[in-house]
């Protein structure tokens, strides 16, 4: 790997310059010990990878497509827009890429139960799936407050046979499911794998969560050098805890000629304090296991996060992001609910996707970049999830009943 | 050794042969006045070293009990500068009674670690535990720690190796704290023979006190413990008490101090 390289952190403690690190409790401490070890071993596993690639390929139907979506591009006049199409992954999301990893890893290492928190239930349902498949016991930690608004994906988890069990604690989202899932990891030491649905959490997860994730942007790399012969301008995907936007941009960070922009959830505006841009509006601080832009008081209590997606609902932000952003190599933007709600119904009715409400944030953006550009200007945005999900959500915010 | 409040605590108490008495308490659940009013009562009664809760929004390692104490108290207006005032209150009333302040790291980083510290030492602070900060990410802390002459308490689990151990060991002072089980505090202890088993096991390794915490929820399974480990700590048990009193509006401060006295009596016997 090249001086200077990107791509060569995180450093052997998990730091990603400042961010990152290992702040658990001693309890788990030789958990995560052991858990590094393993992955750095079946990482270089001939047989792991194997079957990691077979799985991909046949299960979750990768490679997933790069899609040329020339009724946008029209419509905006600017940069020729591509899209990554994980949405079309098996259980509708790029979260299976990382679960399927962690699965593997967890059969391994002979942990018969596995655990996860979730926001908008595609980490609880992908990982519901993997546990189907591998016949493993499987709890899914959710905020009541999800539960309402992600019913398809509860269902979803019931029907694949996994348990879910709703947190009632703070804010009742995202942040609070994954105290919980902490909690139970560390009175269930001897059996439990927890299997972290972002790049985010102590090291090695936000590692490991990257490296599964980083088959998108290497997907990508190949089709857009067979359809455009040269690599992108511009990548550009969402952030919650930002475990689709490095799959999408590890490959690319040592091409510096890419442009990377990452959207975080604007809410109802930054300046109403009600939103869930950790980068954009938050400091640094220490809060699940790892050093990390987040958004809190001055007293360093976190703040309730705000999103119309409960993907994005997430006070913090995976560290390799935070440590992207003080070295300026992504951008990091935001929109808010009303213009990811605006980019929602324009992609349905023009391309015939209906994307997730996640990836409906990058595309607000993208709406507004790419009608600047010219038309030389190659974006690629990772459409990381489908609509389905949200239905209600949406239908709810347009005031109509379903 | 030091001559601080902590190890004149424990060399007394193993001249008497008797384990410390170590009780938890959240600042400011559910009022400043009410937290101060029980630290400078709880001495008296036996309590021999008092632990304080810094509230945090997010305590990923407490169960529920705990996690409510903390919702409490940040209602009322709990911070970290208030938690070091009422630290330097009960100073002022008494200079013999070690107090140790336990909690989790962001509200300590966003002060700073430096001001942290001169603060803490100004009030009178002995000891810190920080849940979330285990060796490997706590060398900033304790440079700034060791000129301060406060002790870095840490923790051992039953997950913990002899060779962690010696690494926890290197930068640890004042006492050990040992989890007792795998689990948030208040969980219940299912096999209370096996705690002890483990115990000896780290303990053999250890040149200071080594307490024993979490999940101690009776006198009677206190007192079961005192008999082999240096400390004892109640937290949950305690805690509950308050949250009684506020529930059925009865008297927390009796509550409270009336169950202290039967934990004091029960590690003393």
């Not at chain 1, 270089?44 to 997933?64: A, Q, V």
């Not at chain 1, 550009?236 to 490959?251: D, P, R, W």
Request: charged share 25%; net charge positive.
């Amino acid at each position: 790997m090249k001086k200077g390289s990107y791509k060569k952190f995180p450093d052997k403690n998990g730091n990603f310059g400042q961010y990152g690190g290992r702040y658990v409790a001693e309890t788990l401490m030789p958990l995560i010990l052991e858990l590094e070890k393993k992955y750095l071993f079946y990482k270089k596993d001939k047989k792991f990878n194997h079957e990691f690639s077979k799985l991909s390929k046949d299960y979750i139907g990768r490679p997933s497509p790069l899609y040329y979506a020339k009724n946008l591009t029209e419509y905006l006049g600017g940069a020729k827009i591509y899209f990554k199409r994980d949405e079309l992954n098996h259980t509708g999301a790029h979260k299976i890429n990382n679960c399927l990893g962690q699965v593997l890893l967890a059969v391994r290492m002979n942990k018969k139960r596995i655990i996860a928190e979730t926001g908008a239930g595609q980490h609880g349902v992908a990982t519901a799936t993997v546990c189907a498949l591998f016949g493993l016991e499987c709890i899914v930690y959710m905020g009541k407050k999800d539960i309402e608004r992600q019913k398809p994906n509860v269902f979803k988890m019931n029907l694949l046979g996994a348990r879910i069990v709703p947190v009632e604690s703070g804010s009742a989202s995202l942040k609070d499911a994954m105290n919980e899932a902490l909690r139970d990891w560390v009175s269930n030491v001897e059996n439990t794998f927890y299997i972290i649905g972002t790049a985010a959490g102590p090291h090695p997860y936000p590692m490991m969560v990257r490296d599964f994730q980083s088959i998108i942007g290497k997907e990508l790399k190949n089709q857009i050098i067979k359809k455009e012969n040269r690599l992108p301008n511009s990548l550009v995907a969402c952030i919650g805890g930002g475990s689709n936007s490095l799959g999408l941009f590890y490959n690319f960070l040592d091409d510096k000629k890419v442009s990377l922009y990452g959207v975080e959830a604007g809410g109802k505006g930054i300046k109403t304090g009600q939103h869930a841009a950790s980068l954009s509006a938050g400091k640094p601080g220490v809060l699940h296991g790892n050093k990390t832009y987040l958004i809190q008081d001055n007293a360093g209590q976190i703040k309730e996060a705000h999103s119309i997606s409960a993907g994005l609902d997430y006070p913090g932000i995976g560290p390799e992001h935070s440590w992207l952003k003080d070295t300026g190599r992504v951008k990091y933007v935001y929109a808010n609910d009303k213009d990811a709600i605006k980019a929602f119904k324009i992609c349905c009715k023009l391309e015939g996707i209906i994307p997730a409400l996640e990836p409906a944030h990058a595309l607000s953006f993208v709406l507004k970049f790419a009608a600047k550009q010219n038309k030389k200007h190659i974006l690629v945005m990772n459409m990381c999830g489908r609509g389905d999900k949200d239905l209600d959500s949406i239908a709810n915010h347009l005031n109509i009943k379903i | 050794m030091n001559n601080n409040r902590i190890n004149i605590c424990f060399s007394k108490l193993k001249k008497e042969n008797k384990s410390a008495f170590i009780a938890f308490l959240t600042a400011c659940d559910p009022s400043f006045s009410m937290s101060l009013k029980l630290l400078k009562a709880m001495p008296k009664v036996g309590v021999d070293i008092i632990e304080i809760g810094m509230p945090f929004s997010d305590p990923m390692a407490d169960g529920p009990v705990i996690q409510r104490s903390y919702i409490r108290a940040l209602k009322s207006g709990a911070s970290l500068i208030k938690t070091l005032n009422l630290v330097k209150n009960f100073r002022s009333t008494n200079n013999i009674t070690p107090v140790v302040l336990m909690g989790y790291y962001n509200p300590i980083l966003q002060m700073g670690l430096k001001k942290f510290i001169n603060k803490a030492k100004a009030s009178g602070v002995d000891g810190i535990l920080i849940v979330d900060l285990p060796p490997e990410v706590s060398n900033e802390l304790s440079l700034e720690l060791s000129a301060s002459k406060i002790d870095m308490i840490r923790l051992a689990s039953p997950t913990t190796t002899l060779e962690r151990m010696h690494s926890i060991l290197k930068s640890s002072s004042g006492f050990i704290y040992y989890v007792s089980i795998t689990g948030v505090t208040g969980s219940k202890i299912n096999k209370i023979l096996s705690i002890k088993k483990k115990y000896m096991y780290l303990k053999k390794l250890i040149n200071i006190p080594f307490v024993i915490g979490f999940g101690i929820n009776s006198p009677k399974k206190a007192h079961e413990i005192s008999r082999y480990a240096d400390g004892i700590v109640v937290g949950s048990d305690l805690i509950k008490e308050i949250e009684k009193g506020i529930e059925n509006s009865s008297n927390i401060f009796n509550n409270v101090m009336s169950l202290v006295k039967k934990y004091s009596k029960a590690i003393n016997k």
